[in-house]
C-alpha cells in the first residue's frame, strides 16, 4: 500500500500523537515506512510543512528530507482535471456569493483563487495521485501500488473557503483517502501511549 499523506495529517501527528508515544513505536514506523518509499510525502507538502508553525513538522519528523520527496510541478493538468476544479472541487455556493460580490473582477479573481489552489498540497496530492493511477500496470508502479491519501481534514464546508477540502475532492476523483486512526489501524500499528500526570 502506497500512502500520500496531507499537512495536516502531518501537524495531527506532531501535536497529538508523537509525544504521547511512550516507546517510539509511531516514530519508527512511519521512519520505516518512509524509507520503504510506503509512505510519501510530496514536494508541495514538505513546503507547507516547512513553514507550519516554525517548521515544527520537519523538527519532528526529521527523517523527510526535501530531495526525496516526488516532485509535482512538472506534472500536467488535463483538461478533465481542470473541469474538475472548476465544477467537482470548487464549492458552487461560495462561487455564485463570490461572483455575485465581484461581478465584473470575478473572472480574474477565480483565476488568481484557482492558481493558488493548483499550487496547495492538497491539490498536488490528487494529481499525484491520478498520476501513479495512471501509471499502474507499467514499470514504475506495481498493481498493488494504488495509492490512498491520508488526510485528517474535516469534510466539512462551513469555512466560507472557495474550494472544497481534501477528503471530499477525494470522493469527487474516486481516490482512496483514510483518516489518521484508520491509516494506523489498517497498518496494524498498536501505540503504547503515554498519559500525561496531572499537576
Known amino acids: 500500500m502506497l500512502a500520500l499523506i496531507d499537512t495536516c495529517s502531518l501537524l495531527r501527528l506532531c501535536q497529538y500523537y ?3 508515544d511512550r516507546d517510539n513505536k509511531l516514530q519508527d514506523f512511519l521512519s520505516a515506512q518512509y524509507y ?5 510525502i510530496i ?3 514538505y513546503e507547507e510543512s516547512s513553514y507550519m508553525q516554525k517548521g515544527k513538522i520537519l523538527k519532528t519528523l526529521s527523517f523527510i ?3 526525496e520527496c516526488p516532485d509535482t510541478s512538472e506534472l500536467s493538468i488535463s483538461k478533465r482535471i481542470s473541469n474538475m476544479i472548476d465544477n467537482q472541487f470548487c464549492n458552487k455556493l461560495i462561487k455564485k456569493k463570490l461572483e455575485r460580490n465581484f461581478k465584473d473582477d470575478w473572472p480574474t479573481l477565480y483565476d488568481q483563487q484557482k492558481q493558488i ?8 496530492l490528487i494529481l499525484f495521485a491520478e498520476y501513479i493511477k495512471r501509471q499502474i500496470g507499467n514499470d514504475l508502479f506495481k498493481n ?3 495509492a490512498l491519501i491520508v488526510t485528517d481534514e ?3 464546508e462551513n469555512d466560507g473557503i472557495l474550494f472544497r477540502k481534501l477528503p471530499n475532492c477525494c470522493q469527487e476523483s474516486k481516490l482512496e483517502h483514510l483518516c489518521l486512526v ?3 489501524k489498517v497498518c496494524k500499528v498498536e501505540i503504547d501511549w503515554k498519559i500525561p500526570e496531572r499537576q
Do not use: C, H, W
Open 182 to 184: 484508520d491509516y494506523l
Open 144 to 146: 498493488e501500488d494504488e
Open 154 to 156: 474535516s469534510t466539512s
Open 65 to 67: 528530507k526535501r530531495d
Open 43 to 45: 514536494d508541495a507538502v
Open 36 to 40: 520503504a518509499k510506503n509512505l510519501q
Open 117 to 124: 489552489f493548483m499550487k496547495s498540497g492538497d491539490f498536488r
Open 18 to 20: 508523537i509525544p504521547f
